[in-house]
């Protein structure tokens, strides 16, 4: 059975393309490729069809990731499409449970992504910072967050489940 995994960010250029594209890379080094497909999305719509940020692109590279998502904007279709919504901050988690009609079944699919981090637990800060506005190195430490975090994601996600 394949695992749909939606990852979610504001713009849709920095946090969740990354996260998605490591989370790709952690279960194919697993040999686990085949049991997931996986996407990106933002809620905000300012950058929908261009590319991830060139920083983000850069760090991704600089990890040997190719990360070629076009921006797109969270549909209420993906509600449906999708097994686990993973918010990069509460802010973002608040924006997609602010969709209308979602039923309990689709509430409970949004979740925050660092609910996975295991240098997470009990933090009062569940957020993967915004790199956006900030330094470079900004990028090299929203990577190693998220490396860590998707790897304690497939971890949770028994093979074959
Ligand atoms: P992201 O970062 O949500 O990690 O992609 C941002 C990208 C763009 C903007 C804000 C955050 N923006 O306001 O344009």
Known sequence: MTTRILFVCLGNICRSPLAESIFKETAA?????DEFEVDSAGTYDGHVGHPADRRTRAV??????TLDHTVRQV???????FDLILAMDFENKADLLSFSALTPEQK?????????????????DMNVPDPYYGASNGFELVYAMLERTAKGL???????S
């Open 75 to 81: 549909a209420q279709a993906d509600f449906d499409t």
């Open 60 to 65: 991704a590279a600089a990890h040997g990731l």
């Open 108 to 124: 409970a699919k949004v979740k925050l992504f660092r609910e996975y981090d295991p240098l997470a637990r009990g933090s009062f």
């Open 29 to 33: 080094q697993a040999g686990r490729a």
């Open 154 to 160: 497939l971890a949770s996600l028994s093979p074959q």
